[in-house]
């Protein structure tokens, strides 16, 4: 059994920075694509960014582009979102979730961790 479990939200200024994680058990960690999505109140669940392991391929939305990382340890099966130049827009619950190909779409992805809240104060 897949479970994704994530880790590291919180409140921040805006301006700071946090780091999520999200550990992957049950399926080997290199052969799949890992996403961030997030969704803010009354508002759709939008992708945030993505990365192949075995290509170390990535996606950025162009909302946190040049302010976001996303990055993993193969050792630890866990893969991570540096979160840096934090803007209120950005709080939302943020879900990691696995795919068998790097996508901006939510419909490829088919194992969700169960979302952590980032909540950035201006």
């Known amino acids: 059994q897949v479970q994704l479990i994530e880790s590291g939200g919180g409140l921040v200024q805006a301006g700071g920075s946090l780091r999520l994680s999200c550990a992957v058990s049950?399926?080997?960690?290199?052969?799949?694509?890992m996403g961030w999505f997030r969704q803010a109140p009354g508002k759709e669940r939008e992708f945030v960014a993505a990365?192949?392991?075995?290509?170390?391929?990535?996606n950025y939305a162009d909302s946190v582009k040049g302010r976001f990382t996303i990055s993993g340890d193969n050792a630890k099966s866990t893969g991570y979102l540096q979160m840096n130049s934090l803007k209120p827009e950005d709080t939302a619950v943020y879900f990691c979730a696995v795919a068998n190909v790097i996508s901006f779409l939510r419909d490829a992805y088919d194992y969700w961790g169960q979302g952590a809240q980032v909540t950035v104060a201006s």
């Open positions: 049950g399926r080997t960690f290199s052969n799949y694509a």
């Open positions: 990365i192949t392991w075995h290509s170390g391929r990535q």
